[in-house]
């Protein structure tokens, strides 16, 4: 039986294992987007390596729902990775880092407000935070995909009743 791992990062991985009734590591790099056959061997040997890597995510690619969670790497045994499964982790894999980012830009913006708010600094207003990201400082924010947001934090509203 052959282990076929699916790496749908933009990274390469290096698949690391121990095999059965062996102590030494093997090291199998797989590039971005790229699938490798790691092991040919028994349903034992492999249900050995799976057990080792599920606590870190990996997921048998028949069972991907991409709406849940990311996906760093998958599995298939015995036939490889369909390349249109690959493709679709690796799309929704980003969709899902940018929900990601923007949710901790927020919790990020909320933390500051209420930080500031907690010292004696007399902040009681409104907070606005910019941030912005391209590849590069030269590209032209019209022709590349970038951040580019103002999250604003409403200040404690006078004669709302709220107590510090």
Same mark, same amino acid.
């Given at each position: 039986m052959?282990?076929?791992?699916?790496?749908?990062?933009?990274?390469?991985? *290096?698949?690391?294992?121990?095999?059965?009734? =062996? #102590? $030494?590591?093997?090291?199998?790099?797989?590039?971005?987007?790229e699938q490798s056959?790691?092991?040919?061997?028994t349903t034992d040997e492999i249900d050995y390596i799976l057990k080792q890597h599920e606590i870190y995510g990996l997921i048998d690619a028949t069972r991907i729902d991409q709406s849940k969670a990311y996906i760093g790497l998958c599995y298939s045994i015995d036939k490889p990775v369909a390349s249109k499964i690959i493709e679709k982790?690796?799309? *929704?894999?980003?969709?899902?880092?940018?929900? =990601? #980012? $923007?949710?901790h830009r927020q919790a990020s913006a909320f933390a500051t407000s209420?930080?500031?708010r907690s010292e004696d600094s007399g902040f009681h207003g409104d907070l606005e935070v910019s941030a912005e990201q391209r590849l590069k400082t030269d590209e032209d924010p019209r022709d590349?995909?970038?951040?580019n947001e103002t999250?604003?934090?409403?200040?404690e509203k006078k004669g709302?009743?709220?107590?510090k």
């Amino acid at each position: 039986m052959k282990l076929h791992i699916a790496n749908t990062t933009k990274q390469r991985h *290096d698949f690391t294992f121990r095999r059965l009734e =062996k #102590s $030494n590591l093997v090291h199998h790099p797989i590039r971005a987007g790229e699938q490798s056959i790691v092991l040919d061997g028994t349903t034992d040997e492999i249900d050995y390596i799976l057990k080792q890597h599920e606590i870190y995510g990996l997921i048998d690619a028949t069972r991907i729902d991409q709406s849940k969670a990311y996906i760093g790497l998958c599995y298939s045994i015995d036939k490889p990775v369909a390349s249109k499964i690959i493709e679709k982790a690796m799309r *929704d894999n980003d969709q899902h880092l940018t929900r =990601k #980012s $923007n949710d901790h830009r927020q919790a990020s913006a909320f933390a500051t407000s209420e930080k500031l708010r907690s010292e004696d600094s007399g902040f009681h207003g409104d907070l606005e935070v910019s941030a912005e990201q391209r590849l590069k400082t030269d590209e032209d924010p019209r022709d590349t995909d970038f951040v580019n947001e103002t999250i604003s934090v409403e200040g404690e509203k006078k004669g709302s009743g709220k107590k510090k």
